[in-house]
């Protein structure tokens, strides 16, 4: 671990992957307060899976694969969100088609590309050592996209996460904040996916706000410590797979994996410790 810190200095390469944590840990603690709290880790699969096709279609176009990918999780996001709305009997198999369908078209959008010499599995598992400038610009845009649209609507976006007939009542425009929930999960999904990659994008999006759930009690306060746990996980994993050379992307999750296990647990004794002294005390 002391290999990084020292490289750190030295390595650009280090250094924009350090960067591109930190900013992918601000829209992850943020929106993924928002996963967690409504419960739409299934939509926000199906949106990051739908992803690749944007991708596939964009570098076969000669354009950035980003702009592909925040293209397909707009429209993906707001598809989900119409059917998910409109039927929610119906929202599974949409989200699995969803899901199918923009990976395959992904697929076979790079395969037909002219001097195909894409590393798919950079896109499936995420390469953050590889972050370029031009990513880092992209990342740091949808942050602020992110962080402005939750400012300017934090009060109907808490209706709408907690109690969409109450929001309804009191005159929010249920279905448009829904959507436009949806949507910014969408780009934090995009952001996501230099770091972690498409398969690990809900692991590293639910895990560091479903840890911060157990100990703050707002949702602001969730946001800020997902966030501080997010930006945790990211270097400690960077700095534990950098002497051995292991996967970054996996190292984070995996950590991520682990905090998780070992909070709740810790959770699960402290209750059991308080509830046995009550019946002591009784």
């Not at 962080?147 to 609507?153: C, I, N, P, R, Y």
């Not at 690990?200 to 707002?218: D, E, F, G």
């Not at 534990?240 to 994996?257: K, Q, R, V």
Request: net charge positive; charged share 10%; aromatic share 8%.
């Amino acid at each position: 671990m002391t290999g990084f810190f020292g490289a750190l200095l030295e390595m650009e390469f280090l250094q924009r992957a350090l960067l591109g944590g930190v900013l992918a840990s601000v829209v992850c603690g943020i929106m993924g307060t928002y996963v967690v709290v409504k419960r739409i880790g299934y939509l926000a699969g199906g949106i990051a899976h739908a992803v690749l096709g944007g991708m596939g279609v964009a570098y076969y176009l000669d354009l950035n694969p980003m702009l592909g990918a925040i293209a397909a999780a707009v429209v993906a996001a707001l598809l989900v969100g119409w059917v998910n709305i409109g039927s929610r009997r119906n929202s599974d198999t949409v989200i699995g088609a969803l899901w199918a369908v923009g990976m395959a078209i992904g697929i076979l959008f790079i395969s037909r590309t002219p001097g195909y010499n894409v590393d798919l599995m950079s896109y499936l598992f995420g390469n953050i050592l590889m972050v370029s400038l031009g990513d880092l610009r992209i990342m740091i845009v949808l942050d602020v996209l992110v962080v402005v649209l939750v400012l300017l609507f934090y009060r109907q976006l808490i209706a709408v996460a907690f109690d969409q007939e109450f929001a309804r009542l009191r005159g929010v425009a249920v279905r448009f904040f829904e959507l436009l929930l949806l949507c910014a999960v969408a780009l934090t999904v995009v952001t996501l996916i230099q770091v972690v990659g498409l398969i690990l994008v809900i692991a590293l999006l639910t895990l560091p706000a479903a840890i911060a759930s157990q100990y703050a009690r707002s949702l602001a306060g969730i946001m800020l410590l997902a966030t501080l746990i997010g930006v945790v996980l990211t270097v400690g994993g960077l700095a534990l797979s950098y002497d051995p050379d292991l996967p970054a992307g996996a190292t984070i999750i995996l950590l991520a994996g682990l905090l998780y296990l070992a909070s709740t647990a810790a959770k699960s004794l402290v209750h059991r410790i308080r509830l046995r002294r009550l019946r002591q005390g009784a």
